[in-house]
């Protein structure tokens, strides 16, 4: 009977091994992995909307996916992993701030380090130069955060910076990074290469980094403007479409548009995540 039984789980392997099943489990088990990007915006205790929520439901957001088994990640990470470099949890959370709000260091910070998150903060450079030498640096409601500040985030380990654009956060008379009407291929390139480029160096002189993680203003992207900072750096692209990043390591094309879903202050943490249909 066991030699009946040794020649049949032989079979087995070899008929296995013939087709290759164990090493395409492995595979899909090992190399793939299905990302969920949140965009959070602004976090304040005195009103909310579609861009503002409370320091409340972002603490209940994150034991939510605490309590669901989620993991928080880096998107540097996620750029590791795509170049097959590192791995990433089997359910991986990259949670996103962006336009650097002074509010997301006064009352997400310390949420974020007591339940031990990570979040990538986009900075819009104009917005942070302005709050740095108006002096108006501590309001949670309208301040943004200073480049001291964010050099802080840079050396704490549950923040990461990328970019925002230091001034095209606007919907004229550019949107967002758009091409202007009439605007050639080689004055876009300059214009964007500019002040994508001014931004990069204000990191590097005030605070002694530069990222690769770019953050399109109001999702608005081209393979145009793809190609363009690619040549600057940039690696992980993040957009405003909405959905699950299905992510395979070594493969790096996904990077290109990352998708994030933007949590918006008007749900509660249950019904935001019904309504995204993560569980």
């Known amino acids: 009977m066991k030699k009946i039984l040794f020649l049949i789980l032989s079979a087995i392997f070899v008929f296995s091994g013939f087709l290759n099943i164990p090493n395409n489990v492995v595979l899909a088990q090992d190399c793939q992995r299905d990302v969920l990007i949140l965009m959070y915006h602004s976090v304040l205790k005195s009103k909310k909307g579609d861009y503002i929520i409370s320091p409340d439901d972002l603490k209940s957001d994150l034991l939510w996916l605490k309590n669901h088994g989620y993991e928080s990640i880096f998107v540097s990470e996620i750029i590791d992993y795509c170049e097959g470099k590192g791995d990433l949890p089997e359910k991986s959370v990259a949670i996103t701030f962006d336009d650097g709000h002074y509010n997301n260091f006064y009352y997400a910070k310390p949420i974020f380090e007591v339940m031990n998150f990570k979040a990538t903060i986009n900075i819009v450079g104009a917005y942070t130069e302005y709050s740095t030498n108006s002096g108006d640096i501590d309001n949670p409601n309208y301040s943004h955060l200073t480049w001291n500040?964010?050099?802080?985030?840079?050396?704490?380990?549950?923040f990461e910076i990328g970019n925002h654009t230091y001034?095209?956060?606007?919907?004229?008379?550019?949107?967002?990074?758009?091409?202007?009407?009439?605007?050639?291929?080689?004055?876009?390139?300059?214009?964007?290469?500019?002040?994508?480029?001014r931004l990069e160096k204000c990191f590097q002189d005030k605070c002694g980094f530069t990222t690769n993680i770019f953050a399109y203003p109001f999702g608005k992207y081209s393979n145009e403007s793809y190609e363009i900072l690619s040549s600057l750096g940039f690696k992980a692209f993040l957009t405003c479409n909405e959905g699950i990043n299905h992510l395979i390591k070594g493969e790096n094309a996904k990077l290109k548009e990352l998708k994030r879903y933007n949590r918006s202050g008007l749900f509660t943490t249950e019904a935001f995540f019904k309504k995204i249909k993560i569980s």
């Open 149 to 158: 500040e964010i050099k802080e985030l840079q050396q704490n380990e549950h």
């Open 167 to 197: 001034n095209m956060h606007s919907l004229k008379p550019r949107y967002g990074i758009a091409k202007t009407q009439g605007e050639n291929s080689e004055l876009y390139r300059k214009h964007l290469c500019e002040d994508v480029g």
